[in-house]
C-alpha cells in the first residue's frame, strides 16, 4: 500500500485566517514533504522532514509553518497569508531508512489541497 | 546543481498507439535516481517508473518502460498501448545521492499527454 491522505482537499481562507493542512501515512516511511505546486508548474518543495526532525526548509515565508507530531503525520499551518499563496499543496513520503542511497529512495505522494486564499 | 529537460510541452497519441515522452539530465553526482510520474487534472502525483544510474537493464512496470542511455543522458518514458486515460501531464524527476541533492527531487517542466480515441 503506497497511501498517502491529505485533508482536506479543498480550502478557501481569507488573509486574516489560521488553518492547517495535514498529511499522514502508514506505510513506515521515516522522511515526509511538503511541496507548492503553481498551475501549469512542475512541484517545488518546501520543506523537509526525516525522522521528524526539520532538514530543509527551502526558504519559505514564515506565514507557513511545518510540524511533524510523530512519524505519520505532518501538518502546514497556516496563518496570515497572500493572494499568491494559493496552489495546490502536495504532501509526499519516503522510505528514508539510514544507508538508503537517497537515489533509489521514491517519494509516493498525496493528493493534494488545493488553496485559495481570498 | 542538476537539472532536469522536457523538451516537449504538449505531446498527442492516438489510443492503443505508443508514445515516448523526452528527458534529459544532467548532474554532477557519482549515482542518482530518475523518477517519472503522472499527474492528472484531479492533482495527484502518481508514481509511475524508477531507473537507478548503475541499473544495467532498463526498468519496466506494465505499460510503462523507461529508456535510459546513461551516455547521452537520457531517460525517456514509453507508453505501450495508450489508453484515454493516460491523458495526463507527466513528469520527469531525478534524486541525487550527495549533499542536498540526497533529499530533493527534481523536475523537469513536464509534458502534457493528450490521448485521442
Known amino acids: 500500500d503506497t497511501e498517502v491522505t491529505q485533508t482536506p482537499k479543498h480550502l478557501v481562507m481569507g488573509m486574516t485566517n489560521k488553518k492547517s493542512l495535514k498529511c499522514e501515512q502508514h506505510?513506515?516511511?521515516?522522511?515526509m514533504y511538503w511541496y507548492k505546486q503553481k498551475a501549469k508548474k512542475p512541484p517545488e518543495l518546501m520543506f523537509v522532514?526525516?525522522?521528524?526532525?526539520?532538514?530543509i526548509n527551502e526558504s519559505v515565508p514564515s506565514r507557513f509553518s511545518p510540524e511533524c507530531p510523530n512519524s505519520s503525520l505532518l501538518n502546514l499551518h497556516l496563518h496570515a497569508l497572500q493572494p499568491e499563496d494559493s496552489a495546490l499543496y502536495l504532501c509526499?513520503?519516503?522510505?528514508?531508512?539510514?544507508?538508503?542511497?537517497?537515489?533509489?529512495?521514491?517519494?509516493?505522494f498525496g493528493p493534494g489541497t488545493r488553496l485559495t486564499v481570498l | 546543481a542538476q537539472k532536469i529537460t522536457q523538451t516537449q510541452p504538449g505531446m498527442f497519441v492516438q489510443e492503443k498507439e505508443a508514445v515516448t515522452l523526452d528527458c534529459t539530465y544532467d548532474t554532477s553526482d557519482p549515482s542518482y535516481g530518475l523518477f517519472w510520474y503522472k499527474q492528472p487534472s484531479s492533482g495527484e502525483m502518481i508514481f509511475l517508473i524508477y531507473q537507478g544510474s548503475y541499473d544495467q537493464q532498463n526498468a519496466t512496470e506494465g505499460r510503462y518502460s523507461l529508456n535510459f542511455q546513461k551516455a547521452r543522458k537520457s531517460a525517456n518514458l514509453v507508453i505501450s498501448a495508450s489508453q484515454l486515460g493516460d491523458s495526463a501531464m507527466y513528469f520527469c524527476?531525478?534524486?541525487?545521492?550527495?549533499?542536498?541533492?540526497?533529499?530533493?527531487?527534481?523536475f523537469g517542466k513536464g509534458t502534457l499527454l493528450t490521448v485521442n480515441p
Open positions: 522532514y526525516s525522522y521528524e526532525k526539520l532538514s
Open positions: 509526499a513520503s519516503s522510505r528514508r531508512q539510514k544507508g538508503l542511497a537517497g537515489g533509489t529512495d521514491t517519494q509516493y
Open positions: 524527476a531525478m534524486r541525487g545521492s550527495s549533499g542536498g541533492s540526497n533529499y530533493k527531487l527534481t
Open positions: 506505510m513506515g516511511h521515516r522522511a
